[in-house]
């Protein structure tokens, strides 16, 4: 853990949201926030974007379709400054989520990104 860490969940489209009820990275985030006791903000970190379900895409895919579709809240970039940043989401398949929301927190600020998935797909041998 580094001083002055933030944890912040990879976020959901707004409509996805309001499907699910909840955002599981969120959960998860708030909860590792909690047992570490550092700061936690589930909004720093917007989707403005809608995606389609990634199921089935290759890794190339992926990534073309989440390269621009986060920014930092506009009303959170000073939680963000000069700070490090621990995303948390739920499952990382590609990576390519993680990566574009790595390469956001960096441009809008942080000092350094670290990354916490649950789970991990595995790749067929």
Request: charged fraction near 20%; include cysteine; charge should be positive.
């Amino acid at each position: 853990m580094c001083e002055g860490m933030i944890v912040a969940p990879v976020p959901l489209h707004w409509s996805r949201l309001l499907r699910r009820r909840f955002n599981q990275s969120a959960m998860l985030a708030q909860a590792i926030a909690g047992r570490l006791d550092i700061a936690c903000c589930p909004d720093l970190l917007v989707r403005h974007t809608r995606t389609p379900v990634l199921d089935g895409l290759g890794r190339d895919q992926r990534h073309a379709l989440v390269s621009d579709v986060f920014r930092v809240h506009s009303r959170r970039t000073h939680h963000l400054l000069g700070r490090v940043v621990l995303l948390v989401d739920d499952v990382m398949t590609s990576g390519a989520t993680l990566s574009a929301v790595t390469q956001v927190c960096l441009a809008g600020g942080a000092k350094d990104v670290r990354v916490l998935a649950l789970a991990r797909v595995s790749k067929d041998a």
